[in-house]
Nanobody, 115 residues
Framework: QVQLVESGGGLVQAGGSLRLSCAASGSIFSINLMGWFRQAPGKQRELVAR???????NYADSVKGRFTISRDNAKNTVSLQMNTLKPEDTAVYYC?????????WGQGTQVTVSS
């Protein structure tokens, strides 16, 4: 079993920055994907950014150049640095870990960007 605990959400003005962090614990296979998804009201959950255990990253087009994902394999943590935030970034952000065919999710953290 894997547990994911997120932190770092909040309210920020447009153009501001926030940093999300997620710590994974439990039975974690060393080869995995960690990432962040988000879900805005009335919309489907969407990928924001992902990073492999080897450090390869991919981003949603809407956040490229503004968000940076990173991880610490020794600590089983993943972070998302979000800069130049826009009102359309407002959503609940979920930490995700994919490993050996299983998806694990955090409880979600609210990010609200005011205009």
């Amino acid at each position: 079993q894997v547990q994911l605990v997120e932190s770092g959400g909040g309210l920020v003005q447009a153009g501001g920055s926030l940093r999300l962090s997620c710590a994974a614990s439990g039975s974690i296979f060393s080869i995995n994907l960690m990432g962040w998804f988000r879900q805005a009201p009335g919309k489907q959950r969407e990928l924001v950014a992902r990073i492999t255990s080897g450090g390869r990253t991919n981003y949603a087009d809407s956040v490229k150049g503004r968000f940076t994902i990173s991880r610490d394999n020794a600590k089983n943590t993943v972070s998302l640095q979000m800069n130049t935030l826009k009102p359309e970034d407002t959503a609940v952000y979920y930490c995700n870990l994919w490993s050996r065919g299983y998806d694990y999710w955090g409880q979600g953290t609210q990010v609200t960007v005011s205009s």
